[in-house]
Nanobody, 122 residues
């Protein structure tokens, strides 16, 4: 089992920045990659970014150049630095453990955090 705990959400004005954190515990040696998803009201959950243990990363087109995913393996923590935030980035952000293939495709395992709300005001 893997436990994931997110933190760092909040309310920010458009153009501002936030950094989300996700601390992993449990059977983390089995984790190939970590990902951040988001879900806005009335919309499907979508992948925002993912990163392997070797720090190879993939991003959704909508966040490329604005968001950066990183990880600290010593702390078993993955981060999502979000800059130049837009109102359309408003969503609940979820951390996930999964598999990131060499083709950039991310396969989520059924390990999810509780989510953290990000609200961007215009």
């Amino acid at each position: 089992q893997v436990q994931l705990v997110e933190s760092g959400g909040g309310l920010v004005q458009a153009g501002g920045s936030l950094r989300l954190s996700c601390a992993a515990s449990g059977s983390i040696v089995s984790i190939n990659a970590m990902g951040w998803y988001r879900q806005a009201p009335g919309k499907q959950r979508e992948l925002v970014a993912a990163i392997t243990s070797g720090t190879s990363a993939a991003y959704a087109d909508s966040v490329k150049g604005r968001f950066t995913i990183s990880r600290d393996n010593a702390k078993n923590t993955v981060y999502l630095q979000m800059n130049s935030l837009k109102p359309e980035d408003t969503a609940v952000y979820y951390c996930n453990a999964g598999l990131l293939g060499t083709n950039g495709d991310y396969l989520p395992y059924n390990y999810w955090g509780q989510g953290t709300q990000v609200t961007v005001s215009s």
